[in-house]
């Protein structure tokens, strides 16, 4: 039994947006998807960190967790700034209840329990880049409790904590989750959303008492991280 990680999936066979467009790296990226994705076995867990389809709505979105669904094992799926086809847990589930999809789970207001730890975690926010009004701060501010819930759901266990925004990375810092992370003692935190030549700005390895890990897709060469406790 294994834990692994991995962000921004960015799957196209609902929505044709394929991220081949961008070259480099992502050329071909579901074949490398698929092959990275085969050392995950039926009772592993696997933690998906947001931007997983490009899809607008669940409808459109049908074929990409089709694919979702052909991972083995349990698939813990957090929300990313890209994730248009997201509306309510209740809604996500009924539709992979109508499509026969098993082992897909909302991480959000809420845990998972993996070996005596605790999956934790929720997209987060940029809201220090978009302090244009109101909504960002509702949306901040929104994102600050539903990670707060998460961890307060955990009790006493241990914590893991899985975020879509880096709360972290060079020229920016986020105090708030990073003061959420200290006040429940938490002491892994992974992330996503960083591409490119964003990989050399995010903060990886161990800052003030926390390893930070980035896990995008094409950080990680499109083969998920196995997360050893």
Same mark, same amino acid.
């Given at each position: 039994?294994?834990?692994?990680?991995?962000?921004?999936?960015?799957?196209?066979?609902?929505?044709?947006?394929?991220?081949?467009?961008?070259? @480099?790296?992502?050329? @071909?990226?579901?074949?490398?998807?698929?092959?990275?994705?085969?050392?995950?076995?039926?009772?592993?867990?696997?933690?998906?960190?947001?931007?997983?389809?490009?899809?607008?709505?669940?409808?459109?979105?049908?074929?990409?967790?089709?694919?979702?669904?052909?991972?083995?094992?349990?698939?813990?799926?957090?929300? @990313?700034?890209?994730?248009? &086809?997201?509306?309510?847990?209740?809604?996500?589930?009924?539709?992979?209840?109508?499509?026969?999809?098993?082992? !897909?789970?909302?991480?959000?207001?809420? =845990?998972?329990?993996?070996?005596?730890?605790?999956?934790?975690?929720?997209? @987060? &926010?940029?809201?220090?880049?978009?302090?244009?009004?109101? =909504?960002?701060?509702?949306?901040?501010?929104?994102?600050?409790?539903?990670?707060?819930?998460?961890?307060?759901?955990?009790?006493?266990?241990?914590?893991?904590?899985?975020? =879509?925004?880096?709360?972290?990375?060079?020229?920016?810092?986020?105090?708030?989750?990073?003061?959420?992370?200290?006040?429940? !003692?938490?002491?892994?935190?992974?992330?996503? =959303?960083?591409?490119?030549?964003?990989?050399?700005?995010?903060?990886?390895?161990?800052?003030?008492?926390?390893?930070?890990?980035?896990?995008?897709?094409?950080?990680?060469?499109?083969?998920?991280?196995?997360?050893?406790?």
């Amino acid at each position: 039994m294994a834990l692994y990680a991995i962000g921004d999936l960015h799957l196209c066979l609902g929505a044709p947006k394929p991220m081949d467009v961008f070259g @480099g790296a992502w050329t @071909g990226y579901m074949a490398k998807l698929k092959e990275g994705m085969s050392v995950i076995g039926p009772e592993d867990t696997t933690v998906l960190l947001g931007d997983l389809s490009w899809a607008l709505d669940l409808a459109e979105a049908g074929a990409d967790f089709s694919w979702i669904d052909q991972i083995p094992g349990r698939k813990i799926i957090l929300k @990313g700034n890209h994730d248009y &086809w997201w509306s309510t847990a209740k809604k996500f589930y009924d539709f992979c209840k109508a499509q026969g999809f098993s082992n !897909q789970f909302i991480l959000n207001n809420n =845990h998972y329990e993996y070996e005596g730890w605790a999956i934790c975690g929720t997209r @987060g &926010w940029f809201y220090e880049e978009s302090r244009s009004g109101q =909504h960002d701060e509702k949306v901040f501010k929104r994102e600050l409790m539903r990670l707060e819930t998460s961890l307060q759901s955990a009790g006493d266990l241990p914590k893991l904590v899985f975020l =879509h925004y880096p709360p972290k990375y060079k020229g920016y810092t986020c105090q708030e989750i990073l003061d959420l992370l200290e006040k429940y !003692q938490v002491r892994r935190c992974f992330y996503g =959303h960083l591409h490119g030549g964003s990989h050399s700005l995010a903060l990886e390895g161990l800052w003030e008492g926390i390893e930070y890990r980035l896990v995008s897709a094409d950080r990680l060469n499109f083969r998920p991280l196995r997360i050893n406790l």
